[in-house]
């Protein structure tokens, strides 16, 4: 198995080119015989391509309202802004996911939008239970 990228041989079962890491197991690679250039009786030997592209090539933006529901919901459980914190991460979480699902993959970070929407809801709801004890304690103690 040559890697297509490099032309290192690598053992036939490798998935991946020892010298340069490019995947190989799902390329198809013939081994090019060495053709003399006027030789046109040779039927030409169609060698795919290598369909390979670094996971760094395409660098999808995360969008801003999921990093801010992600900040603030982090605040929120900091206890710099228990309240304010919790209902902007609320609120830029569901924005986000929103713009995230629009933008057809042009535009990441569905994650840290959970993220934010998450630590926004459990600190809402901690803040609920909290309410509800302090309610009920007054209630009982008035
Ligand atoms: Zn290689």
Redesign the pocket.
């Known amino acids: 198995m040559y890697?297509?990228?490099?032309?290192?041989a690598?053992q036939a079962d490798q998935r991946f080119?020892?010298?340069?890491?490019?995947r190989?197991d799902q390329v198809a690679v013939v081994p090019q015989a060495p053709s003399s250039a006027g030789d046109i009786t040779q039927p030409m030997t169609i060698v795919p391509t290598a369909t390979y592209s670094p996971p760094s090539a395409r660098i999808i933006p995360n969008s801003p309202l999921a990093i801010v529901s992600l900040v603030f919901g982090i605040l929120a459980w900091v206890l710099i802004l228990p309240l304010v914190g919790a209902l902007v991460a609320v609120v830029c979480g569901h924005l986000a996911r929103g713009e995230v699902r629009r933008a057809n993959g042009s535009v990441g970070g569905a994650d840290l939008a959970m993220a934010g929407l998450i630590l926004g809801y459990s600190q809402l709801a901690l803040m609920g239970v909290g309410l509800c004890a302090l309610l009920g304690f007054l209630i009982v103690i008035v």
Do not use: S
């Open positions: 890697c297509p990228r490099c032309g290192a690598n080119c020892f010298n340069c890491g490019t190989i």
